[in-house]
């Protein structure tokens, strides 16, 4: 059976150090031994799991174009003056290596299993990870390029978990009370202060290195990682960024009144601190996305 107005789709979990991987790789937990973790649907064989879910997408969705790969770090509060914005893993404490030999490992804009400080995703029953650890990077530029090379769209889909117990929706992330100084300082303190000019592309290695510490968990570092990233792998189709952050869009500033205040068109605009972030985060990720001297492209955000 096919479906024929299906013409786009989202790959899922988001989570898995090397769910999204071309390559076979095998994991190893703190005290246990080396086995495979990406080729559960032909155990033994070196064709991966992503590779047997585009087969059966493509066969089973012949006019499906383009492919959302959806990306999760996660979140550890619903304050946003002291949230913090990571990638982790399940495998702390142990090690990856790709299953044909080699010591190539997990890899998250310099963050390793090796990382100093690197934030454990909990396991509220002790033994269970709330979440799968963050894809790593290398995974994500392969995936984009497999997706490619089958003549489908790629989109990159940015999304946060929050690892508090319930897992709480993202949108729970906030701050009380606003319309003040401080709803702004909380608002900047998320976003963080990454630039585009502290982010280097690694082709050798697949990754993209931050200049900043590899401990600034932030969003603004996040998003400009995976913009620079998606540049690496060829570009994708559509980049989004800001999903479901609607608790962190609604926070207001010191300058918001009812009214608004009128800007220099004679438009009405309010003090949405998080709003200007995403604006300008968007941009952002414009200028890594397009070089200078290229014709623009038609792109879109979702924030």
Not at 170 to 187: F, H, K, N
Request: aromatic share 10%; with cysteine; net charge neutral.
């Amino acid at each position: 059976m096919s479906f024929p107005y299906i013409g786009a789709i989202n790959l899922i979990p988001a989570t898995g150090e090397f769910t999204y991987d071309t390559t076979a790789y095998s994991g190893q937990q703190p005290g246990g031994a080396m086995a495979p973790i990406n080729t559960y649907h032909a155990p033994g064989g070196t064709k991966t799991d992503v590779e047997f879910a585009l087969d059966q997408l493509q066969a089973t969705l012949p006019n499906c174009a383009t492919v959302a790969i959806v990306v999760q770090w996660l979140a550890n509060s619903l304050n946003a003056a002291t949230c913090q914005v990571y990638p982790s893993s399940t495998f702390i404490g142990g090690a990856f290596q790709p299953t044909a030999g080699g010591t190539d490992s997990w890899r998250v804009s310099d963050v390793t299993l090796a990382t100093a400080g690197l934030i454990p995703i909990s396991r509220p029953d002790g033994v269970h990870a709330a979440y799968g650890g963050t894809p790593t990077d290398q995974s994500i530029v392969r995936c984009i390029e497999a997706i490619k090379a089958r003549g489908l769209n790629v989109a990159l889909y940015l999304f946060l978990g929050v690892d508090l117990p319930g897992k709480p929706w993202r949108a729970g992330i906030t701050y009380a009370p606003d319309v003040s100084i401080a709803a702004s300082g909380a608002v900047a303190s998320f976003l963080g202060s990454a630039t585009p000019g502290m982010f280097t592309r690694d082709a050798a290695n697949l990754t993209v290195h931050y200049s900043g510490s590899v401990l600034d968990f932030t969003y603004r570092r996040f998003v400009l990682h995976y913009a620079n990233l998606a540049v690496l792998a060829g570009g994708v189709s559509l980049f989004a960024m800001g999903s479901e952050l609607s608790g962190l869009e609604a926070i207001r500033g010191p300058a918001w009144i009812p009214a608004g205040t009128m800007d220099a068109n004679g438009h009405a605009v309010w003090d949405y601190p998080f709003v200007a972030g995403l604006i300008a985060l968007a941009n952002d990720c414009r200028s890594v996305s397009i070089p200078p001297g290229l014709r623009k492209i038609s792109r879109r955000e979702k924030i």
